[in-house]
């Protein structure tokens, strides 16, 4: 979810209603310097205002864009990690990543020659006319009215057979107690120049977001990122060259507590990390495709993802085609959109289409919202082995599991929600959810004894009020009864950070 905006959404949405009961602040730290003495960002920096404001006027300029039909074989050129030189400090491709001295970086949005995409926050120029006068703009803006056309495209497999899945009872079970979130501390910047992983340098990763993680095979997890940009970004938002609407690292660190190491990501070329699920960065037809979650059953992997048609105007909000389920068969360096398992988002209304699918027992389980930050949390289930037929899932509606409550589930809980993030503790039986609640500001943490609930009240872990801009908030699957990780992204600086609550 990239989630293209200030998450909080502070002047444009209204004031949670309700009580929650209340954590520790979050303990703000300076900008954190890597192992390198390379400085990164410090998430709770304050923006600076401007007491005169800068006016930009965008006019609307049609543009007619040929899209193919139907979508053109993903490039799945792929090639295996070089081991990391054994100085973490050394750079493993200068060639690629390092400055030459004779053309240094000015670290300008305005001169890093970024393509102006809806990917990202476009800046304008200046403009300035003395300091008292504010700047004033006026721009063509581009909007593509995509016109399709035949192209070539993938013969599609055979559909699944269809499933009938039957009607059975579903009843909530008592509400868990409420986590007692005690201190809530920022650990490490993961992502972006002056990153504990140092992602520049070794991945072309210069800005990106999300970090969602799901345990990949034993001892390791796997990190999913959002859009991501590699030379040419300049924070603050989305922007720069070597758009990639998606990447994946992998890791094996389970000591958490001084940040979260990437032994390697998925690359198509030395140190450049690969796009996993294309998408046709076409406005009005589809912008991006960003991962929402992940999951492993035996040697196959899925993820679940949302296909952007376009981002809004309004902050928090975007526009999406379908959601939908990719799956890979080797170890998520190559992945597969399934065609026939998707939902779609008619009339806009469609509750599955920010999923996060976690199994449990003989079945997966699907929260999905629908698309922006302003919707309910929806729940379906399917067993293990029909993950990709979407006729075998079941819906909650009112109590009860239904093969045809796609249109009208039952919401788990009251009150909006974005970015869900959820995990099955099996050794206590214990369901957790995190998720943005954006009218609120803050990332919240609630707990079950079942999927669909009864949950526990949502306790606030970080606050936009720390950490401006702040959204994600997603959870580590080897967090513990004591403590719990997660990660936040922020949008000014762009890039990922870990963060750790301990459980009172």
């Known amino acids: 979810m990239i989630h293209r905006l200030s998450a909080p959404l502070l002047a444009l949405l209204l004031a949670a209603s309700g009580s929650v009961l209340s954590a520790t602040p979050a303990t703000a730290a300076p900008a954190p310097t890597n192992a390198c003495g390379e400085t990164g960002f410090d998430p709770s920096a304050k923006a600076e205002s401007s007491d005169l404001p800068g006016i930009d006027i965008k006019v609307p300029w049609p543009q007619l864009v040929p899209v193919p039909v139907p979508d053109p074989p993903q490039d799945q050129t792929r090639i295996p990690q070089a081991p990391l030189p054994a100085d973490p400090c050394a750079d493993p491709c200068p060639d690629l990543t390092d400055t030459p001295p004779e053309q240094p970086e000015s670290g300008s949005a305005g001169s890093s020659g970024s393509a102006s ?15 008292s006068i504010p700047r004033f703009s006026i721009a063509p803006d581009p909007e593509p009215i995509p016109i399709p056309i035949p192209g070539p495209g993938v013969p599609l497999p055979p559909p699944p057979v269809p499933q009938s899945p039957p009607v059975e009872p ?69 922007n720069g060259q070597d758009w990639r609407s998606n990447v994946l690292g992998h890791s094996t660190d389970r000591d958490l507590s001084d940040g979260l190491t990437l032994d390697s990501m998925v690359q198509d070329s030395r140190c450049h990390a690969a796009e996993l699920l294309g998408s046709r960065k076409v406005k009005n037809w589809e912008t991006t495709t960003i991962p929402t979650s992940g999951f492993a059953i035996g040697d196959r992997q899925y993820m679940s993802y949302m296909s952007v048609r376009r981002w809004s105007m309004v902050p928090g909000m975007w526009y999406t085609n379908h959601g939908g389920i990719a799956y890979s068969d080797d170890n998520g360096q190559t992945w597969t959109k399934d065609p026939y398992a998707k939902w779609e988002n008619i009339f806009g209304m469609n509750q599955f289409q920010v999923a996060s699918m976690v199994p449990a027992g003989d079945h997966v389980y699907m929260f999905g919202t629908p698309n922006g930050r302003l ?80 949950w526990s009240a949502g306790i606030p872990m970080v606050r936009s009020a720390d950490y401006p801009k702040l959204y994600g908030g997603f959870l580590h699957p080897w967090s513990t009864a004591d403590e719990v990780y997660f990660t936040i992204s922020e949008w000014d600086s762009y890039n990922v950070y870990l963060m750790r609550a301990t459980l009172r």
Do not use: C
């Open 170 to 238: 579903g009843p909530v079970d008592t509400a868990a107690a409420a986590p007692k979130v005690g201190e809530v501390t920022l650990v490490a910047q993961l992502t972006g120049p002056g990153s504990i992983n140092r992602t520049d340098k070794r991945w072309q990763v210069n800005g990106t977001d999300l970090g969602i993680m799901w345990e990949s095979k034993p001892g390791e997890v796997a990190i999913a990122f959002g859009d991501t940009f590699g030379r040419g970004w300049a924070p603050p938002g989305a």
């Open 375 to 454: 919707g309910t949390i929806a729940l379906a289930r399917v067993a293990r082995d029909q993950v990709l037929n979407k006729s075998a899932y079941q819906y909650w509606v009112d109590g009860t599991w239904t093969p045809v409550g796609e249109h009208s589930p039952t919401p788990v809980l009251n009150g909006v929600a974005a970015e869900l993030s959820v995990r099955y503790d099996e050794s206590r039986g214990l369901w957790q959810m995190s998720y943005l609640d954006a009218p609120a500001g803050t990332i919240v943490l609630r707990q079950a004894n079942s999927p669909q609930g009864t």
């Open 117 to 131: 995409s809806e990917s990202g926050s476009s800046s304008s120029g200046s403009g300035a006319w003395g300091s």
